[in-house]
């Protein structure tokens, strides 16, 4: 079947083939143009399938772990200079490639753009994707994403008696497990479910600054609904709960003394909190679930503290006055200096403020002991075996996070390799070594309409999506 573009190309040149010699020249040279561009994205595509591979195998291995990063698709931001939400699609694209070997053969072979692939490996499975490989060869990349996006929907009757189940099933539980971390579990009607899901979601724009919703159910983005999740309950706890009754002293919002009772209260012993110390004293929450020191001492960097004394006994002598570990102040001028996690590659604006010298071991709380970190980078200072040393001199100093191999890792971006202005011919080369032969036709969309979809073709991808 003759490719679409290139049959007006060489309408218009027969049309004009009476013409000057100039015109003709210029019909030739955009046919070599024309031929030239096409075949080019055909290795293009079998390069990004490459790419996609290559990341593949590195998130699996959990390279990025190991600098520190919270997730692959934040390395692959931070030494590509792709954008992390591209980043995102890319590494969902590159897990899912694995299980559709028909899919990746075709890219392989330059026949299928990235765009087309990351609509396939929204649905596709190893069942069904020999069914819309059909589709996606020779549809545009808007015909295939139109159908990914079809649903199939039941009788009205039907649907009545499953929105009636939804709401008779809804439940949630919140509760410790053995290792005292908390499950949560449940099940909540679509409009309350679509509430959370956004809260969740806005909560993860505002902590990692995504683009969007990410598909996928792996571990990094369950992570991240987790840290989504403690964000809005922490917000709506500093936001407080009302009613709608105006005569009702709950009508507005609690704060101060009333507030204190939702606070989070761990029990820590000095001695825990100091690097010198045992480690192995006190330090557990109010309902006696016991927390490691170093996340104790995490937690202690930057919060609110009341000291209380008691006698040998255990009777209480005196309680202290509540005082922040970071004065307001303090923390005004952290934010102006840093701006966020001074984590190379990071930059979030949701901190905690961690001391370089913790104060249970005679660290001081002034500027220069203290930097800004979000909560996955301070983990990785306390529970994860990171240091941090200081590089240079009064304002030229910056921080250097050693791993515990004892690599550095510095906030100064690491300079791209220089492709050569022969990049374009090594990609053609390298791509036909591994395989891949693309000619004018490989890569281009066969049916400009739906309607010239041929109708095997056609149902039998809509009945793959069903």
């Given at each position: ?15 004009c ?34 790419f ?8 699996r ?5 190991l ?24 590494v969902r ?28 490996t ?47 099933s ?34 993860g ?7 969007g919703?990410?598909?996928?159910v ?62 192995l ?13 170093e996340t ?31 004065p ?121 309409r ?9 149902f ?7």
């Amino acid at each position: 079947m003759v490719h679409f573009t290139s049959l007006l190309v060489h309408e218009a040149a027969a049309e004009c083939a009476a013409s000057s010699p100039a015109d003709t020249d210029t019909l030739e040279r955009l046919e070599e143009l024309e031929e030239e561009v096409v075949v080019l994205a055909a290795h293009l595509h079998a390069g990004e399938h490459r790419f996609l591979t290559l990341v593949g195998e590195f998130d699996r291995l959990k390279g990025w772990e190991l600098a520190g990063h919270r997730s692959c698709a934040h390395w692959l931001a931070f030494r590509t200079g792709i954008d992390l939400g591209a980043c995102r699609e890319k590494v969902r694209a590159a897990r899912v490639l694995e299980g559709l070997p028909l899919t990746s053969e075709s890219m392989q072979r330059g026949e299928l753009s990235f765009s087309q692939v990351r609509a396939l490996t929204r649905v596709a499975t190893a069942d069904n994707e020999a069914d819309l490989l059909d589709l996606a060869r020779g549809a545009t990349t808007a015909q295939l994403e139109r159908m990914v996006r079809a649903w199939k929907l039941g009788s009205k009757e039907a649907e009545v008696d499953r929105e009636r189940l939804r709401c008779e099933s809804r439940e949630l539980s919140v509760f410790p497990d053995d290792d005292g971390m908390v499950l949560v579990r449940g099940r909540l009607t679509p409009e309350a479910g679509a509430l959370l899901m956004r809260a969740v979601e806005a909560a993860g724009d505002a902590l990692f600054r995504a683009k969007g919703p990410v598909s996928g159910v792996s571990a990094e983005t369950s992570q991240r609904r987790a840290d989504a999740l403690a964000l809005v309950a922490e917000r709506a706890l500093a936001a407080g709960f009302g009613t709608n009754d105006p005569e009702s002293e709950a009508s507005a919002p609690l704060s101060g003394t009333r507030a204190e009772r939702y606070q989070v209260l761990l029990h820590v012993d000095h001695e825990t909190l100091s690097e010198e110390g045992s480690g192995l004293g006190r330090s557990d929450l109010e309902n006696g679930t016991r927390v490691s020191a170093e996340t104790s001492r995490r937690l202690s960097c930057d919060a609110s503290m009341v000291e209380i004394r008691h006698d040998e006994k255990g009777s209480i002598l005196d309680v202290g006055r509540k005082t922040r570990t970071i004065p307001p102040s303090l923390r005004r001028a952290l934010e102006v200096r840093d701006g966020g996690c001074r984590f190379p590659g990071c930059g979030l604006r949701f901190t905690d403020a961690h001391h370089v010298k913790h104060w249970a071991d005679g660290g001081e709380t002034k500027l220069e002991n203290l930097l800004l970190l979000c909560g996955h980078h301070h983990r990785l200072l306390h529970e994860d075996g990171w240091k941090i040393e200081w590089w240079g001199r009064d304002a030229e100093r910056r921080p250097a996070f050693l791993d515990p191999r004892g690599q550095v890792h510095m906030n100064a971006r690491s300079p791209m390799p220089r492709p050569g202005t022969d990049a374009a011919k090594k990609l053609v080369q390298e791509t036909r070594a591994r395989g891949a032969d693309p000619d004018f036709r490989t890569a281009g969309a066969r049916w400009k309409r739906e309607s010239d979809i041929p109708a095997d073709v056609y149902f039998r991808a809509l009945e793959a999506l069903g």
